[in-house]
């Protein structure tokens, strides 16, 4: 697709480690894929929209709903949707790095395939919910690792 610093990024990730600790399928509960880019040079809805159109016709055949967000944008909508400021971002990684829980903040990268996590995976792999000291919004945190905890029960939410 040729998309700047491209990532396939977060849920699909996460929930299918959680997923194969649990004894379900990888996919089981995935409700979306989440594909992060970056270009600055057209902060406009259009060029993003046009991006996802794009997209969503190259991946029509594979039954499974893609979101995809430029993340050179998401400063310019993020407080009318989520009620908080958010500051502009200079990558993709960028975005990844704030997710509510810090164990999420994994993504592969589509141009060469490799992993970025950057708190690691031992959190991940023992089902530790942690807030992202990057994003301390505690009530959405909590309501995020609540809603992961009713679908993966053994998974522990860690304060501090």
């Not at 996460?14 to 997923?19: L, P, R, S, V």
């Not at 942690?130 to 522990?156: D, H, S, T, V």
Request: hydrophobic residues 40%.
């Amino acid at each position: 697709m040729q998309l700047r610093q491209c990532h396939l990024a977060a849920g699909c990730l996460f929930q299918a480690t959680w997923n194969r600790a649990s004894g379900q399928s990888a996919g089981w509960g995935v409700k979306d894929y989440d594909v992060f880019y970056f270009d600055d040079r057209d902060l406009s809805w259009e060029a993003e929209d046009a991006v996802i159109a794009r997209v969503q016709a190259a991946v029509a055949d594979l039954g499974v709903q893609v979101e995809v967000r430029n993340q050179a944008r998401v400063h310019l909508w993020y407080r009318e949707r989520f009620g908080d400021d958010y500051p502009q971002l200079r990558s993709s990684r960028d975005g990844i790095d704030r997710y509510l829980v810090a164990c999420t903040c994994v993504a592969i990268d589509v141009a060469d395939g490799t992993l970025y996590a950057p708190y690691g995976l031992e959190e991940l792999g023992q089902g530790v919910l942690r807030m992202n000291p990057l994003m301390p919004q505690r009530e959405m945190f909590l309501r995020k690792a609540m809603n992961y905890q009713a679908r993966w029960p053994w998974l522990r939410i860690a304060e501090g």
